[in-house]
DNA sequence: AACTCGGGGCA
DNA sequence: TGCCCAGAGTT
């Protein structure tokens, strides 16, 4: 197991820090509901993408009960822009539903009752107990998977067990901060295919770099 | 844990 | 065409 230890994880925060002090959720949102609906669209998409959407969407619909106002044709024409809209639209009526018959039209606090509204998994879940009610969540995604494990701060092929080792090894009051600035890194500099690795502030402590630039 | 689903954008 | 995008649900 190489997962570094707690001095080494507190160096690389803060390194993650200096190099990205503003990063937040992206998705634009001003309530838990609108977040909620937000993050499902998100799914296998972009974030500008998204935004252009629901700017649109959440002038004339904000809650649940507005929503339902709306039939699952309507809501296709307004996402149809994201990928994925058919399956989309069902699930966030369908969550609307069960929203106003189950939790009083509220969004619930808990990840288990966030995960049992349909089109809400693990990752969704997380986003808006962090975002919305700044609950500290720590959701793996696929940035998230990938930056984790080139630092060293997971060492793991499976989702669910770099979760643990990062809930592990990050101080919980800084999991809502440290999970955007993993995003943040992923995206603009350590990408899938080819990471910007020329000026990046985190070479020395950095598993992937050394792999690729160690002297044969 | 592996597999399936599924759509627009961009190279 | 092939690959990516801040996954979810089912088996």
């Known amino acids: 197991m190489i997962i570094k230890n707690p001095s080494e994880v507190a160096v690389i925060l803060e390194l993650l820090s200096q190099a990205y002090p503003q990063a937040h959720c992206e998705l634009n949102f001003t309530t838990p509901f609108e977040l909620l609906v937000a993050t499902v669209l998100s799914a296998q998409s972009t974030d500008q993408r998204v935004n252009k959407v629901t700017a649109r969407l959440f002038a004339q619909h904000r809650t649940p009960a507005e929503f339902l106002r709306l039939s699952q044709a309507d809501l296709e024409a307004e996402i149809q822009e994201i990928g994925l809209f058919r399956s989309k639209a069902k699930n966030i009526l369908a969550a609307c539903r069960a929203l106003r018959e189950e939790f009083g039209g509220a969004v619930p606090r808990t990840l288990p009752e966030l995960m ?74 350590c990408g899938a295919r080819k990471p910007a690795c020329e000026g990046c502030t985190l070479q020395a402590h950095c598993e992937y770099f050394c792999l690729e630039h160690r002297p044969k």
């Open 116 to 189: 049992s509204l349909p089109g809400v998994g693990r990752k969704t879940a997380k986003v808006v107990l962090s975002n919305a009610f700044g609950i500290p969540a720590l959701a793996v995604d696929t940035h998230v998977f990938r930056v984790a494990n080139r630092l060293g701060l997971a060492q793991s092929t499976r989702v669910e067990e770099t979760e643990r080792q990062l809930e592990a090894v990050i101080p919980r009051e800084q999991w809502i901060q440290t999970h955007h600035r993993l995003i943040w890194h992923g995206r603009r500099r």
